[in-house]
Each structure stands twice: as C-alpha cells, then as structure tokens.
C-alpha cells in the first residue's frame, strides 16, 4: 500500500468527499430513467464516436457482455443504433441516434441548470475562487 503524503492527504480526503457528493446530487438531476451505465455508454459514444461494443466495454471498464446488455437497452430504447463496421463487415459499431443525441443533450442540460443554481448561492468572490480552480481540477481529471 502507498503512502499517504501528509501534506496532500487532508486534501486529497476533502476532494474525495466533496466529487462523491457533488456527483450523487448531479445524478439526481434528470436521469431520464436512465441508468448510470447507460448515461455513462451515451456519453462515451458523444465523446468519441461511433465505436464496437468491445471498445466501448473497454473504456467503460465493464465486461463485454454487460456492455452488449447496456447497448441492447439503449437500442430498444431507441437511443442507439447499429451500423455495419466499415473495417471488418463480421462487426457492428453502436452510434448515437438523433433520439439518443437529444436525450443526452436534456440530460446535460438539466443537470447544468442544477448545478448553476447551487453556484449562483455562492457569493461573487466564492465563484471567482471556484472559477480559478476549475483549470487545476480539468488538469486532474486529464490525468486520470
């Protein structure tokens, strides 16, 4: 087991607690009645693009038969749709649908709007502060 850096670790601990938080309350803004999986699979596949589901199962981290599963779900939902894979015509790509584009856009939208009413609560100079770090935490997140 690594050790903790007595200076970092406090801090480290805080940031922790406090994106727990702040993702369980983003997750309660619209949903759609959609899945965290499933959000997670839509959003991969407006980042990147169209892709296989083995390739989606690896950048999710989840195992290739639960990434067929999702990707079942959110085609009989009509938010995804299957194309044949230029490359290899044996496979399929999964891709977004015009739906599916809209759903995700909803989605963003209602979880923005969430979290620009808990910012506006901030005092002018707390948003400032907040608006500074954000280049540190985007720099963090890259890393990731």
Do not use: N, Y
Request: proline share 5%; charged share 25%.
């Amino acid at each position: 087991m690594k050790t903790l850096s007595p200076a970092t670790a406090p801090v480290a601990t805080r940031l922790r607690l406090v994106l727990m938080r702040l993702g369980r309350t983003l997750r309660r803004e619209g949903g759609h009645g959609l899945t965290p999986s499933q959000i997670s699979a839509l959003a991969t596949i407006e980042d990147l693009g169209p892709m296989r589901i083995s390739t989606l199962a690896a950048h999710e981290g989840i195992d290739p038969s639960v990434a067929t599963r999702v990707v079942a779900s959110l085609e009989s939902q009509g938010l995804f749709e299957r194309a044949d894979d230029p490359e290899d015509k044996r496979a399929c790509l999964v891709d977004l649908t015009a739906q599916g584009r809209a759903a995700l856009a909803s989605l963003w939208h209602e979880r923005t709007v969430g979290l620009t009413s808990r910012l506006e609560r901030l005092s002018a100079e707390e948003r400032r502060s907040f608006e500074a770090a954000l280049p540190v935490l985007e720099k963090l997140a890259r890393d990731s």
